[in-house]
């Protein structure tokens, strides 16, 4: 039998202005994932804040349900940005520059994505199960596992997820007011600094 953990785990910014913490994590609530995708390196880059973030050409992110997390102080540095036009919403600490998760643009379907880089105890995370946007990385270099299995696991996982948000879970999200709207508006890009996060 698969150990089952479960926890609260603690995240917080570089500075420790914005903390908070995700309730009741298990293998089952929270997906923990390596991507490589152009997008996320990107959102660090973009920071400042590549080398924290990325490990060996990808970064980890827990992906969990909205309704688990709580911030404990420094909600009022909360920002996002936006990388494209239809990409998700990308949250970071403003007060110094931490990446922090990402969400979609509404509450619906319920969806957030934190950057493992912000636990204090990463080892009390679920295991990395899916490595997304890898393609491009020399096979050795892949965290295992990959491929089609693995997204069939992870698809079926989000699935899940959405279910539980039904009827009216999803709407407790710290990211969003009462009527489903952003907390901050959608900060705008530097175009300079963009070109280059995506060249970094
Ligand atoms: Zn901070
Ligand atoms: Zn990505």
Redesign the pocket.
């Known amino acids: 039998m698969e150990a089952q953990m479960s926890g609260t785990v603690q995240f917080s910014?570089?500075?420790?202005?914005?903390s908070g913490r995700v309730a009741d994590v298990t293998a089952k609530n929270s997906v923990r994932l390596a991507c490589s995708c152009k997008h996320c390196r990107a959102f660090a880059a973009y920071l400042g804040d590549a080398e924290r973030s990325f490990q060996n050409d990808y970064v980890q992110l827990m992906q969990t349900q909205p309704w688990m997390i709580s911030f404990e102080s420094?909600k009022e540095?909360l920002r996002n940005l936006r990388l494209t036009a239809k990409g998700p919403l990308r949250w970071y600490?403003s007060?110094?520059d931490?990446p922090l998760c990402n969400t979609l643009p509404r509450r619906f379907p319920p969806f957030v994505s934190i950057l493992v880089a912000n636990f204090a105890r990463q080892d009390d995370l679920p295991p990395v199960t899916f490595h997304a946007f890898c393609d491009h990385l020399p096979e050795d270099q892949r965290v295992a596992p990959s491929g089609s299995s693995a997204f069939r696991k992870f698809v079926l996982q989000f699935l899940w997820r959405v279910v539980q948000g039904l009827p009216f879970r999803f709407r407790q999200n710290p990211f969003f007011d009462e009527k489903g709207v952003a907390i901050s508006d959608t900060v705008p890009l530097d175009p300079l600094r963009k070109s280059a996060a995506y060249q970094a």
């Open positions: 910014c570089k500075c420790g202005k914005v420094g540095y600490a007060c110094c931490t």
